[in-house]
């Protein structure tokens, strides 16, 4: 009896230890904590946690595929997107009324044309 007791514990262990799907369990466990870590610090390095903040202000300058720009604001829970157009608003009539230049010390001069 005592022999046969033996004998079947030890083949339950040798089959544990010969099971080779407890390795690829490990291995997708590791793979998934490398997957968050990495996600983790993409989003801290483009400040993508920005977007979850409610008192942030962010603006994003965005290229489509079609070549169009667009304009992606977001303050506080409001989120604003702008389509960029290169058409002119209020055509082409206006006049000239100065010209404006900036100092070395940031100031700027406004000089009306007469």
């Known amino acids: ?3 046969l007791k033996r004998s079947h514990l030890s083949r ?3 089959a544990k230890q010969e099971d080779p799907l407890l390795g690829v369990a490990n291995l997708f466990d590791v793979a998934l904590v490398f997957i968050v870590a990495l996600l983790l610090s993409l989003m801290a390095s483009y400040q993508i946690l920005d977007f979850f903040s409610e008192t942030s202000e962010i603006t994003i300058v965005k290229k489509n595929e079609d070549g169009q720009m667009e304009i992606i604001t977001k303050k506080g829970k409001e989120f604003k997107v ?3 157009t290169d058409r002119k608003i209020g055509g082409e009539e206006g006049t000239k ?3 404006a230049y900036q100092l070395k010390n940031g100031r700027m001069i406004y000089v009306p044309e007469d």
Request: proline residues 0%; positive net charge.
């Open 12 to 14: 339950r262990d040798s």
């Open 1 to 3: 009896m005592k022999y």
């Open 82 to 84: 702008e389509k960029v």
């Open 97 to 99: 009324l100065g010209i």
